[in-house]
């Protein structure tokens, strides 16, 4: 049998992934990342960025397990799967139809409420479905024994779902956090002109400003992906120990 | 039951109902949205088919290869999910240019790999983990030849995995604004390009129309898709003569 080949998508992958990081490092000098680094609209543009990624992120994961505890084994689950056909633009549509003239949650408000009910439409739907194949095979055995052991509910909780779910839902959280942190089309459309998210601002930095602007948003790209990578590596670091014994508790 | 019924009508509230309101009252025509069509759905067509191809090699090889090398590949494969792809494009727009692809229908295309081709590895990886290495050798077994085996068994079986990675695609092509604006110049006009100022734009009929086609486009695709299905899955009834049949008894 024939068992697949990853390397011509890991090599696309990686690629264009490490290609576009060395020509950013390549264009960039060290006096750029100082620039950077004391440039308030950035810093300002980090944190609100941050806000409103950690805001969705934790809202879109405790929302979505929810559901996929409540439904996973009912026929609502197709429900959900409807705003799967969505794309984020058109949910953005959705916002400015909906929450334009309503006051505090609108569209171009400073907080951004309207930016992050977008990302909940989007993204709950995704955290169910990515999460569903774990919930559906968490085994409720495990919930019997930690009664029988006579464990206190946080501790059952913890060992018969807990841990099966922790790492899965750590992987969903990354890959939303990232998405949201540098995404460009719902911002841009719902969003303010100060202080901009990040990917709007390293857009509009390489676009719309002049030539002499481009080396800034080059060591945006450095720093952020730099740092995004250091988390990730710490993510997987912590979580190894539990991964490995997961499989372990698997296979035997 | 009372919760069900709650979770039930939370769910249409939020996620159903505000989706009648794209509606439309009466239907117009935009010539400017219809002029990109046709690049629209080529590039979905060849985007789609490009994370076929790679995916399944991928998805195969992650989920039933074993050892350090694969795990480092799935790692790689992943990458674009953890990095900024916008702010990486930058610097690939710059070797695009010296490679003759930017502003090109291929520079696009090998862009639009970046934020798609991940997604599909994992649909297709756990795919096959749901098919198992078990039932693979069995069908092996049943039939010799590769390529009959692929039209009566492996892609029947995959065909729920196969019908996703096309939604998936198709939706999160056709969503791409900067990406297509940075890379394709403004001169590989997507549907995106035309959308995004519609909706910064004033007018609201102009608005709802291009959100019909952002979303009309993935169902129509997602509907061809389906009627191809049932009819492979038909002609392969009939060809095994109805003694495999158990669903329509």
Sequence with gaps: MWRGNAYPAALLMAGMVLYGLWVSISMTTSADYRELLTDEVFLESLAVSSYVAIISTVLALIIGVVLARLLSRTRLAALLAIPLFIPHLGAAYLAILYLSDVPVIGPHEGNYFSVILTYLYKEIPFVFFYLLPVVRRLDSRYQELGMMLGLSPVRRFWHARGVFLLVPMLEAAFILLAFILFAYEIPALLGVTYPKLLGVYAFDLYTQGDLSEQPLAFAMSVVLTGGLFLLLLLMTGLTRPLATKISRGRSE | ?249
């Excluded at chain 2, 991928?58 to 799935?74: C, D, V």
């Design chain 2, 1 to 249: 039951m009372m919760k069900k019924i709650s979770v039930t009508v939370f769910v249409v509230l939020l996620f159903i109902v505000p989706l009648i309101g794209l509606i439309p009252g009466e239907w117009n025509w935009n010539p400017r949205l219809e002029a990109t069509l046709g690049t629209t759905v080529a590039m979905i067509c060849a985007v789609v088919l490009l994370n076929h191809l790679f995916g399944y090699m991928a998805g195969k090889a992650i989920a039933f290869q074993t050892g350090k090398r694969i795990r480092i590949a799935e790692f790689l494969i992943s990458l674009p999910l953890f990095v900024p792809v916008l702010l990486l494009s930058f610097g690939l727009y710059l070797t695009w240019i010296r490679l003759g692809l930017a502003d090109r229908f291929f520079g696009v295309l090998l862009v639009l790999l970046l934020p798609t081709l991940p997604y599909t590895v994992r649909l297709y990886t756990n795919g096959f983990q749901a098919l198992g290495e078990r039932m693979l050798e069995q069908m092996v077994l049943i039939e010799g030849n590769r390529f009959k085996r692929w039209f009566y068994l492996t892609g029947p079986m995959l065909r729920s995995t196969l019908q996703s990675v096309t939604l998936l695609v198709t939706v999160i092509t056709i969503s791409q604004y900067a990406l297509v604006a940075l890379i394709g110049g403004g001169i590989v006009r997507m549907i995106s390009l035309e959308v995004f100022p519609a909706y910064s734009g004033n007018s609201q009929g102009a608005a709802r129309l291009a959100t019909l086609w952002l979303i009309g486009l993935p169902i129509l695709f997602y509907a061809g898709q389906a009627v191809i299905f049932s009819s492979w899955i038909r002609i392969v009834r009939r060809r095994l003569n109805g003694s495999h049949d158990t669903t329509s008894q």
